[in-house]
């Protein structure tokens, strides 16, 4: 009988053992996955668990961490259990080239090569890095970086006649663009350039680190510009209004002194840009570096060594899909020409009394990434 006790004690202590030998294998530990995404097609980045009418990227993420065994199922249905956090919250049709999300995870071996195999070839996993354990990729990210990939007919002026594929940006009309960008730097009040924010928020001020519009290249016959903006962080459509914005000045709709009436109290008409050719750069973590990354134990949120795989993806997935889909569906083409229609000088009661009669459908589209404020 003794011995049949000491037999079943040595049995569990082996189990035991075993268990513990297992779980050393694959600790569970807090992670940032960098990720890059093509977001046509897909519903935006945020789950919606119990919702499978609209497919959004974090249905396939979880999907992919389930089946090559970093996490379990159940987690996947309470994200919560998993501690995920995203750092942006892409709109419906939004790619990202540096998208960041934490969670807790199986460290297994080779897991970006088996998270990556479970992921269609427009989602890929390009990095992992360990974080400390309370690190939420949502609060301790200090700013965003997006860029717009645009036609660059969208600036010719609306009085002269253009064919999209001969159009050119001339120098003196880009340092028109950019001199205009250049007034959304330093903090300003965007109420306008969102919904369902009134001029007294506090929190429709944002800053804006750095705005520009790079040099003009030609894909397909027709010639693209890249805008890029670096912001603390951005409300619903906003940077689609800064962009429309300062279309519609450069085109001749509306005048330079918009800009700064837009700031004030008075509600202004703010056209917003098409969807399309929006993209999440990079998120930047620049106070969690300066604490943590230097500690010894983990490593700072940057990504040197994966920027060329950011760039190989940003060309076969991202840029591919938005200048095919500007060539067959013609969305910035289309939008410009509801810009006449648009009445950049009326006034608030006016403006009240338009909008209760006109709800635009696009408007159930999200964010311009981070949508932080309801988040």
């Given at each position: 009988?003794?011995?049949?006790?000491?037999?079943?004690?040595?049995?569990?202590d082996?189990?035991e053992?075993?268990?513990?030998?297992?779980?050393?294998?694959?600790?569970?530990?807090?992670?940032v996955?960098?990720?890059?995404?093509?977001?046509?097609?897909?519903h935006?980045?945020?789950r919606?668990v119990?919702?499978?009418?609209?497919?959004?990227?974090e249905?396939d993420l979880v999907s992919?961490?389930?089946?090559?065994?970093?996490?379990?199922?159940?987690?996947?249905?309470?994200m919560?259990?998993?501690?995920?956090?995203?750092?942006?919250r892409?709109?419906?049709?939004?790619?990202?080239?540096?998208q960041?999300?934490?969670?807790?995870?199986?460290l297994?071996?080779?897991?970006?090569?088996?998270i990556?195999?479970?992921l269609?070839?427009h989602?890929r996993?390009?990095?992992?890095?360990?974080?400390?354990?309370?690190?939420n990729?949502?609060?301790?990210?200090?700013?965003?970086?997006?860029?717009?990939?645009?036609?660059?007919?969208a600036?010719?002026?609306?009085?002269?006649?253009?064919?999209?594929?001969?159009?050119?940006?001339?120098?003196?009309?880009?340092?028109?663009?950019?001199?205009?960008?250049a007034?959304?730097?330093?903090?300003h009040?965007?109420?306008?350039f969102?919904?369902?924010?009134?001029?007294?928020?506090?929190?429709?001020?944002?800053?804006?680190?750095?705005?520009?519009?790079?040099?003009?290249f030609?894909?397909?016959?027709?010639?693209?510009?890249?805008?890029?903006?670096?912001?603390?962080?951005?409300?619903?459509?906003?940077?689609?209004k800064?962009?429309?914005?300062?279309?519609?000045i450069?085109?001749?709709?509306?005048a330079?002194?918009?800009?700064?009436?837009?700031?004030?109290?008075?509600?202004?008409?703010?056209?917003?840009?098409?969807?399309?050719g929006l993209?999440?750069?990079?998120?930047h973590?620049?106070?969690?570096?300066?604490?943590?990354?230097?500690?010894?134990?983990h490593?700072p949120?940057?990504w040197?060594?994966?920027?060329?795989?950011?760039?190989?993806?940003?060309?076969?997935?991202?840029?591919?899909?938005?200048?095919?889909?500007?060539?067959?569906?013609?969305?910035?083409?289309?939008?410009?020409?509801?810009?006449?229609?648009?009445?950049?000088?009326s006034?608030?009661?006016?403006?009240?009394?338009?909008?209760?009669?006109?709800?635009?459908?696009?408007?159930?589209?999200?964010?311009?990434?981070?949508?932080?404020?309801?988040?």
């Amino acid at each position: 009988e003794e011995n049949g006790h000491q037999n079943k004690k040595l049995k569990r202590d082996a189990d035991e053992e075993d268990a513990e030998d297992q779980n050393k294998k694959s600790p569970k530990r807090k992670i940032v996955l960098l990720m890059a995404y093509s977001g046509k097609g897909y519903h935006g980045m945020q789950r919606n668990v119990g919702s499978s009418q609209f497919k959004t990227i974090e249905d396939d993420l979880v999907s992919a961490l389930v089946q090559s065994g970093c996490i379990p199922e159940n987690h996947g249905e309470d994200m919560k259990k998993m501690s995920f956090q995203r750092c942006a919250r892409t709109d419906k049709g939004v790619s990202a080239a540096g998208q960041i999300v934490s969670l807790k995870v199986r460290l297994i071996d080779d897991i970006l090569e088996k998270i990556n195999n479970h992921l269609p070839s427009h989602i890929r996993i390009l990095g992992v890095k360990r974080v400390t354990g309370g690190f939420n990729s949502k609060n301790k990210c200090d700013a965003r970086t997006y860029s717009y990939m645009l036609p660059t007919f969208a600036f010719a002026h609306k009085d002269h006649d253009v064919q999209e594929e001969v159009y050119r940006l001339d120098k003196e009309t880009l340092e028109k663009v950019n001199k205009l960008l250049a007034c959304y730097k330093g903090t300003h009040n965007f109420h306008n350039f969102t919904s369902q924010k009134g001029p007294r928020d506090p929190s429709a001020k944002r800053y804006i680190m750095e705005i520009c519009c790079g040099e003009p290249f030609v894909r397909e016959n027709i010639e693209f510009a890249v805008i890029k903006v670096k912001g603390q962080s951005f409300m619903m459509h906003q940077i689609r209004k800064m962009i429309g914005l300062v279309i519609a000045i450069v085109k001749g709709y509306a005048a330079e002194s918009i800009l700064e009436r837009s700031w004030g109290e008075e509600k202004v008409d703010v056209p917003k840009a098409p969807g399309l050719g929006l993209v999440l750069e990079r998120v930047h973590f620049e106070k969690y570096n300066r604490r943590f990354g230097n500690d010894g134990l983990h490593e700072p949120l940057e990504w040197a060594e994966e920027e060329e795989k950011i760039a190989v993806f940003k060309e076969q997935y991202i840029y591919p899909t938005i200048i095919n889909t500007e060539r067959e569906e013609k969305s910035m083409a289309n939008w410009l020409t509801t810009l006449s229609i648009h009445d950049f000088n009326s006034s608030a009661v006016e403006m009240q009394a338009n909008n209760k009669n006109s709800k635009s459908s696009s408007d159930l589209e999200g964010s311009d990434g981070c949508d932080d404020d309801s988040d």
